[in-house]
């Protein structure tokens, strides 16, 4: 028969375990958002969700703060969670934190991450030269298709497609709104520029 007694227990420590668990998964979600990381691959996430929320738990106690029972306490930690979030984005994209304490790696995962700020909208030539069509346009989104190879999906608005000898196939230059996704299987040469229009 159930035990009604070790259920309630079980009930009651579930606040708690999600005080464990919450801050970090959301510095955790935020990060994968940002850097197009599929969370659901990492088998540890679980586990880095707790030590980040342990770390943010200490901290908030050394405010005298106790995020188990106070609601001031719960918000700091949230707000901490999204801060570090935050800090840790803004801080591996300008690579100052590398840079100060001396060292030429990067924090991303693969080379496009260093490559491309989605932020700044670069403007991108893409050579498919096995249908010998050219795309230009401004870079809107890009997500890796496989961890193995260094493959991905890359999303083109404001786009010209065209033949390698230069006949326009479409024109959505000035359409914000028309988008093309590309794969980077089938793609030879790729050429990136700054925010400025090509």
Request: hydrophobic share 45%.
């Amino acid at each position: 028969m159930i035990d009604i007694i070790k259920i309630k227990e079980i009930i009651e420590l579930i606040p708690l375990l999600l005080l464990y668990i919450a801050p970090g998964y959301i510095t955790l979600w935020i990060l994968g958002l940002l850097y197009s990381i599929d969370l659901e691959k990492d088998k540890n996430l679980i586990l880095k969700s707790l030590i980040l929320s342990s770390i943010y738990i200490s901290i908030v106690r050394c405010l005298n703060l106790d995020p188990a029972i106070s609601l001031k306490g719960k918000i700091v930690i949230f707000l901490i969670s999204i801060f570090v979030a935050y800090i840790t984005y803004h801080l591996s994209n300008q690579n100052c934190l590398m840079d100060t304490i001396g060292l030429k790696r990067t924090l991303h995962t693969d080379l496009f991450h260093d490559l491309v700020n989605v932020n700044n909208g670069p403007w991108m030539i893409i050579y498919i030269t096995a249908d010998n069509i050219i795309y230009k346009g401004k870079l809107v989104y890009f997500r890796k298709i496989d961890d193995k190879e260094e493959k991905f999906y890359i999303v083109l608005s404001n786009f010209t497609s065209m033949t390698d000898t230069g006949t326009v196939l479409d024109n959505y230059e000035d359409d914000d709104g028309s988008i093309v996704v590309l794969n980077t299987k089938d793609v030879n040469i790729i050429e990136m520029f700054g925010s400025n229009k090509l």
